[in-house]
């Protein structure tokens, strides 16, 4: 068991991870209420949160995990599977980590528009959650398969195959044959996390592990990757909610 601390581009700590050998466990890290007078480890439909006082050490709030940690694993276990978000008007989503808000409209089909930032339905569509799931998914076919060609032109490193898929663990792969997958659900995240996690599949193209040269190539494409790999650790698993299948 190892625990490791992530800090933003600041070098703040904003979170602190978990891991085992088949499991890794995410803390965000919150600010303490002025009035607070003691470490609080609590879970909520984010996942896992620590606040503490001002004025404790990080040592202090390590003892509290490390004290946690079969609770830690337990609830893990038993709760944090993210839970699909259903859709229906007036909803956020996010595309390209920006707020959307979804509406219904009298066209035939179901469009973005990026300079209101709404994404329009029909009002007679039979399912308004899966004609925004269809929709974003089809952004995301373009957007991503474009993304990564840019990169691996920009790099040199071209994949036989890039594909665009839903898979439910993972942001992305490479296989042994060069073929790339992209996760769909990465339209929602900010470019510069696309990016990085393209540059992270391409750069498997020659090293197909994660050893010390696979982060050097890793950082010559992209100086500052560890501020993007933050914001998935810290975000990634409310990306998940949005699930073309699930039905109430």
Not at 155 to 174: D, F
Not at 208 to 217: Q, R
């Amino acid at each position: 068991m190892d625990l490791k601390i992530v800090r933003n581009h600041r070098g703040q700590i904003v979170a602190c991870e978990l891991q085992f050998d088949h499991e890794s466990i995410l803390i965000r890290v919150r600010a303490g209420r002025p009035t607070q007078k003691r470490i609080v480890l609590r879970a909520d439909d984010r996942g896992f949160s620590v606040s503490a006082p001002r004025w404790t050490t990080w040592k202090d709030v390590e003892e509290v995990i490390l004290q946690n940690i079969s609770w830690l694993r337990e609830t893990q276990a038993r709760t944090f599977v993210a839970t699909p978000q259903r859709l229906k008007v007036g909803d956020e989503i996010r595309i390209l980590g920006r707020s959307y808000v979804v509406c219904t409209h009298a066209g035939p089909r179901a469009e973005i528009d990026h300079v209101r930032r709404l994404v329009r339905v029909p009002e007679r569509a039979d399912d308004l959650h899966e004609q925004v799931c269809r929709t974003l998914r089809d952004l995301a076919q373009t957007y991503l398969s474009d993304r990564a060609a840019m990169w691996a032109e920009k790099t040199r490193l071209r994949p036989a195959m890039v594909t665009i898929r839903a898979q439910r663990s993972r942001w992305g792969s490479c296989s042994s044959k060069g073929n790339v997958s992209l996760n769909w659900r990465l339209i929602q995240a900010p470019e510069g996390v696309i990016d990085y996690v393209i540059i992270h599949e391409l750069a498997h193209l020659v090293h197909m592990n994660h050893g010390p040269a696979f982060w050097e190539l890793v950082a010559r494409m992209m100086p500052g990757w560890q501020a993007q790999r933050t914001w998935l650790r810290l975000h990634g698993r409310e990306l998940f909610r949005l699930d073309p299948e699930e039905k109430t």
